[in-house]
């Protein structure tokens, strides 16, 4: 029972790491994004903002800065992680309402992370 949370902390550590020995310039993860404009609290306790640029990762500590890019309109917005998720199967990451119309996303869309220093 106990080598699940261990597990899940070695991958969010391997990920940071490998994140970190990228440089932040290289491609990091890609994937399906969904957007959330609901809430009260987030996991790190912060209060949301449906309109703010933040955005919800399973793994990247709090506070870490993403640059997501929609490839089908060329825009990108740089994120701060500041909740958990996305808990459906396939997605990588969820934007606030906020982000995601920055870079002209409605319903899911593929997108590419970076993590920037």
Same mark, same amino acid.
Request: aromatic fraction near 6%.
């Given at each position: 029972?106990?080598?699940?949370?261990?597990?899940?902390?070695?991958?969010?550590?391997?990920?940071?790491?490998?994140?970190?020995? %990228? *440089?932040?310039?290289?491609?990091?993860? #890609?994937? &399906? +994004?969904?957007?959330?404009?609901?809430?009260?609290? =987030?996991? %790190? *306790?912060?209060?949301?903002?449906?309109? #703010?640029? &933040? +955005?919800?990762?399973?793994?990247?500590?709090?506070? =870490?800065?993403?640059?997501?890019?929609?490839?089908?309109? #060329?825009?990108?917005?740089?994120?701060?992680?500041?909740?958990?998720?996305?808990?459906?199967?396939?997605?990588?990451?969820?934007?606030?309402?906020?982000?995601?119309?920055?870079?002209?996303?409605?319903?899911?869309?593929?997108?590419?992370?970076?993590?920037?220093?």
């Amino acid at each position: 029972m106990n080598s699940k949370p261990v597990r899940r902390t070695t991958a969010a550590a391997l990920t940071v790491a490998a994140l970190a020995l %990228s *440089g932040g310039a290289a491609l990091a993860q #890609g994937g &399906t +994004a969904s957007w959330y404009g609901s809430g009260h609290r =987030t996991a %790190s *306790g912060e209060r949301f903002n449906p309109n #703010g640029m &933040t +955005a919800a990762h399973r793994t990247l500590p709090f506070g =870490t800065r993403v640059r997501v890019e929609n490839p089908r309109t #060329g825009r990108s917005v740089v994120v701060r992680i500041n909740d958990r998720g996305p808990f459906v199967r396939g997605r990588i990451i969820d934007l606030a309402r906020g982000s995601a119309r920055a870079i002209g996303m409605s319903g899911t869309t593929y997108v590419s992370l970076q993590v920037v220093r």
